[in-house]
Structures are given as structure tokens and as C-alpha cells.
């Protein structure tokens, strides 16, 4: 559940000079433009979404965020 115009687009590691850093994991969106609709990248984990209002799949999403802790 999107409620806003902000999209996230990747960035090239080896471009932003940082080829040593290991890539995040990213989630794809397509929703009249391709972004990226979470990371994961070591302790940090975000969403560009609402797993809050995305019905059982986000309730889902949340309790193994929960687990993780």
C-alpha cells in the first residue's frame, strides 16, 4: 500500500565510488515507474510502503521483521 508520490531508485555502487561495500537487497516494484519498494542491508531493513495497511501479506511482513529482533 503506497500513499504517496516518492519512489526510491537504485544507485550503481561501483559509480558512487563504493564497489567494496557489499549491495543491499532490494525489493522491485512496477507501478507506472520500476522502484524500489524495500532494502535490507545488514541490521537495516525499510519499506517505501505501508506493511501496516497492506492487509495479511504486510501483517505477514511484520511479524517476521518482529522475529528477526
Same mark, same amino acid.
Request: no cysteine; net charge negative; aromatic share 12%.
Given at each position: 500500500?503506497?500513499?504517496? %508520490? =516518492?519512489?526510491?531508485? %537504485? *544507485? @550503481?555502487? $561501483?559509480? &558512487?565510488?563504493?564497489? &567494496?561495500?557489499?549491495?543491499? *537487497?532490494?525489493?522491485?516494484?512496477? =507501478?507506472? @515507474?520500476?522502484?524500489? %519498494? ?7 531493513? $525499510? ?14 511482513? *511484520?511479524?517476521?521483521?518482529? &522475529?528477526? *529482533?
Amino acid at each position: 500500500y503506497f500513499v504517496h %508520490s =516518492y519512489a526510491a531508485h %537504485s *544507485l @550503481d555502487l $561501483a559509480d &558512487a565510488g563504493t564497489a &567494496a561495500v557489499r549491495p543491499p *537487497l532490494l525489493t522491485w516494484t512496477e =507501478y507506472g @515507474d520500476r522502484f524500489v %519498494s524495500a532494502v535490507e542491508n545488514g541490521p537495516l531493513k $525499510a519499506t517505501q510502503f505501508h506493511p501496516e495497511k497492506s492487509g495479511a501479506a504486510g501483517v505477514q511482513l *511484520l511479524r517476521n521483521w518482529l &522475529a528477526t *529482533l
